[in-house]
């Protein structure tokens, strides 16, 4: 158990619609990261916040943005869905702002219809 | 960052060691090498970093060539929960994100 929580685990919607994911940090990681996991393109890194800070950004597409919240858990909000977005979107966490993301979640399954 | 090469695949035996090697011929002196796995429908899962010297922990071992230009992830004797897709990946000491290619699946045998 990593101690990143990600939720839903699965979620189908159909194109044009917006979904929004969340994840909880592992205790006392100020640091999260979003990362998009599809089957032709890999992981991809969309975005770092922390502690409520964005601190770099990715190959994350204007319709996708994230926020972090003032008691650390994240939120990425996708709109506008395309069938291209259906993929795994995996959140880390790690301790301090230089760290690399130590702890992955089991990541949330979104299926654009 | 810079890029790195590895196998596409590779395959042991378990109670075997397991040796994934990767290139990082354009390496910077402050990059340094991290390896994750991501077994079958799990997220990634940190495995070992390095600088210069070599590392050792519970998990396995990084071997790091004395001009930094490749690294080998010594898995000192696999298991059938060893099976997964290693990632070895550079990053700088500024830099907060991991850019993941894609990687060596590695497969075990019984």
């Known amino acids: 158990d990593s101690g990143v929580t990600q939720t839903p685990k699965h979620l189908i919607t159909a194109t044009g619609q917006r979904v929004t994911l969340r994840c909880s940090p592992r205790?006392?990681?100020?640091?999260v990261y979003w990362y998009q996991q599809s089957l032709d393109q890999g992981l991809q890194f969309l975005i770092h916040?922390?502690?409520?800070?964005?601190?770099a950004k990715g190959n994350i597409l204007e319709r996708f943005s994230a926020q972090q919240f003032p008691d650390l858990h994240s939120e990425l909000n996708l709109s506008s869905l395309e069938l291209g977005d259906s993929a795994l979107y995996f959140c880390?966490?790690?301790?301090?702002?230089?760290?690399?993301?130590?702890?992955f979640g089991d990541g949330t399954r979104l299926s654009i219809l | 960052d810079a890029k790195t090469t590895q196998p596409n695949s590779m395959e042991s035996n378990e109670e075997e060691p397991v040796h994934l090697p990767c290139n990082h011929s354009?390496?910077?002196?402050?990059?340094?090498i991290h390896w994750y796995r991501q077994l079958p429908s799990q997220g990634p899962e940190y495995v070992i970093h390095?600088?210069?010297s070599n590392v050792n922990n519970r998990m396995a071992s990084l071997a790091i060539a004395e001009d930094r230009k490749s690294s080998t992830l010594i898995l000192h004797r696999a298991t059938l929960r060893d099976a997964a897709v290693y990632y070895c990946?550079?990053?700088?000491?500024?830099?907060?994100?991991?850019?993941f290619g894609k990687g060596t699946t590695l497969s075990v045998s019984s």
């Open positions: 880390a966490s790690s301790a301090g702002l230089w760290d690399q993301p130590q702890h």
């Open positions: 205790s006392g990681d100020l640091s």
């Open positions: 916040y922390y502690n409520g800070e964005e601190r």
């Open positions: 354009t390496i910077s002196g402050t990059d340094y």
């Open positions: 390095g600088l210069t």
């Open positions: 990946i550079l990053s700088s000491q500024a830099g907060t994100a991991l850019i």
